[in-house]
C-alpha cells in the first residue's frame, strides 16, 4: 500500500480504478489502484503508467517429481476458501469437460484442451458451504499427434464426504504447496466390452456349472464385509455412504462397458440401503428398469437393473 503498511495479494480487478486486494487473514478489501504499488510483474498491465522493478535473478529449482496420474488437487486461499485444480501428469493432452448436475441440466466448470505435464486452476470453493459442495461429472478425452495406443475415456463421478476428504490433506508435488488429492485414473483401466457381455450371458446360461463364477462376474454384493473388510471403527452413516458410493461406481462402470444389466445384492436389513440404491437409480437417465431381483435365493435383498 502507497499509504499503508499493509501488503497482499490482487484476488480481482473490480474495474478501471478499484481493485480487490486479500491481506492478512484472508480479509479481501476494496482498494483504489492509485494506492498500491505493484510488485509482481503478472499485474502490471492493468496499472496505467506502473513499471514493476526489475526481478531478481532466481536460482534453478530442482526437479519435482510428481506421481504420475490424472487428479483433482484443493489448495487454499485462505482459511475459508480452496482452489479447485485439475492436473494431468500424464504423457496425453486431454480433452477435458468438468459439470456439476443440477435436477436434469448440467453447469459446466471446465471444457478445454489441458497438455501433458500441466494443470489448470478452474474453480474457487468455500469450505464453509462443504455440505452443499457439488457432485463433479469428469470426462476426458486421450489425445496424442503421434502413434498411440489410446486409453479409455476417463468418466468419474465425485461427491466429496467430509469424513475422507479432510484426511486427505497432504504435500501436493505437482503444484509444490500443501492441499487435499484425489486420482481420477487409477480404475481407469482398458476392457473389453463385448467379451464382458459374452462372458456376462454365458453365465447366464443355466447350463453353466460353476456357481461361484456366475456370481462373481454377473452379482456386485454391496454388503460392506465384502467392499471394505476392515471396517471396524465407521459409523453406520460412513458404512452406508461407503456403501452407495461402491453402488455408483459400479453401475457406471456397467453403463460404461456397454453391459444390459447388473444385480445388485444390497440385503433386507432395515431397508435403508435398498431405498437409498432405488432411489439413485431413479435419478438415471440411461436405466430401462430396475426391479427386485432373485426373490427366492435373496428375499427383497438383490435389485436387478436393466441398462438401456
Known amino acids: 500500500m502507497v499509504h499503508g503498511q499493509e501488503q497482499g495479494v490482487i484476488r480481482k480487478i473490480i474495474n478501471d480504478k478499484m481493485i480487490e486486494v486479500e491481506i492478512e ?40 517429481q510428481a506421481e504420475k496420474g490424472i487428479f483433482l488437487a484443493f489448495t487454499p486461499v485462505n482459511d475459508q476458501q480452496l482452489s479447485v485444480h485439475f492436473i494431468n501428469n500424464t504423457d496425453y493432452d486431454l480433452l477435458v469437460t468438468i459439470d456439476t448436475r443440477l435436477s436434469e441440466s448440467y453447469q459446466g466448470l471446465l471444457g478445454e484442451k489441458i497438455e501433458k505435464k500441466s494443470s489448470r486452476k478452474f474453480s474457487d470453493w468455500f469450505i464453509t458451504n462443504f455440505e452443499n459442495w457439488p457432485e463433479l461429472e469428469v470426462l476426458a478425452l486421450y489425445f496424442q499427434q503421434k502413434l498411440y495406443k489410446k486409453p479409455p475415456l476417463l468418466t468419474k463421478k465425485i461427491k466429496f464426504k467430509a469424513n475422507n476428504f479432510f484426511k486427505s490433506k497432504q504435500k501436493i508435488s505437482f503444484l509444490q504447496q500443501e492441499g487435499y488429492l484425489f486420482q481420477l485414473d ?7 466390452p463385448q467379451k464382458l457381455k459374452e ?47 461402491t453402488f455408483e461406481k459400479k453401475l457406471d462402470n456397467a453403463i460404461a462397458m456397454g453391459l444390459d444389466e447388473v444385480i445388485f445384492i444390497h440385503g433386507v436389513g432395515n431397508g435403508t440401503l435398498r431405498h437409498m440404491v432405488h432411489k439413485k437409480l431413479s435419478q438415471y437417465t440411461n436405466i430401462k428398469f430396475y426391479k427386485d431381483s432373485m426373490r427366492e435365493k435373496f428375499g427383497y435383498g438383490a435389485t436387478l437393473v436393466k441398462i438401456k
Not at 487473514?25 to 496499472?47: M, R
Not at 496505467?48 to 535473478?57: A, L, N, Q
Not at 456366475?214 to 465407521?234: F, M
Open 199 to 245: 462372458n456376462f450371458f454365458k453365465l447366464n446360461d443355466p447350463n453353466t456349472t460353476d456357481s461361484r463364477d456366475r456370481e462373481r462376474s454377473e452379482i456386485i454384493d454391496l454388503h460392506i464385509e465384502k467392499i471394505l473388510p476392515e471396517h471396524e471403527g465407521l459409523t453406520n452413516a460412513e458404512i452406508l455412504n461407503y456403501q452407495l458410493d
Open 25 to 64: 487473514d484472508g480479509f479481501l478489501i476494496p482498494v483504489l489502484k492509485k494506492e498500491v504499488t505493484i510488485i509482481a510483474k503478472e499485474e502490471s498491465s492493468h496499472f496505467r503508467g506502473s513499471t514493476p522493478p526489475p526481478e531478481p535473478k532466481k536460482e534453478a529449482q530442482p526437479v519435482v
Open 186 to 192: 487409477q480404475d481407469n483401466v482398458a476392457v473389453d
